[in-house]
């Protein structure tokens, strides 16, 4: 069984920056495919940024590139999402998420990110 946890949402203004994190729980937390997800009120939940088991293979959402940067810390079993000049259209509750073959997925209970002056 997974767990996550996510951590590091808040209020913050428009051109500021939040930090969030994932902590798993899970054994073998390095041969799990790591992602970040996002849902707005009213909205679908969209991707936000993945990263594949050894910390590369990178993607960003177009809206994001350039000002969110995730990364993975394997021996603490935390991913990161670091969020610089943030816009009200970020304000969203952010998920994380594992997955792996034959593992299926295993999501987070999100974390609220409200970006407003």
């Known amino acids: 069984q997974v767990q996550l946890v996510e951590s590091g949402g808040g209020l913050v203004q428009p051109g500021g920056s939040l930090r969030l994190s994932c902590a798993a729980s899970?054994?073998?937390?390095?041969?799990?495919?790591m992602s970040w997800y996002r849902q707005a009120p009213g909205k679908e939940r969209e991707l936000v940024a993945y990263m594949s088991t050894g910390g590369g293979g990178l993607l960003y959402a177009d809206s994001v590139k350039g000002r969110f940067t995730m990364s993975r810390d394997n021996a603490k079993n935390t991913v990161y999402l670091e969020m610089n000049s943030l816009k009200s259209e970020d304000t969203a509750v952010y998920y994380c998420?594992?997955?792996?073959?034959?593992?299926?997925?295993?999501w987070g209970q999100g974390t609220q990110v409200t970006v407003s002056s």
């Open positions: 998420k594992a997955w792996r073959p034959r593992s299926g997925d295993y």
């Open positions: 899970v054994f073998a937390f390095s041969t799990y495919a």
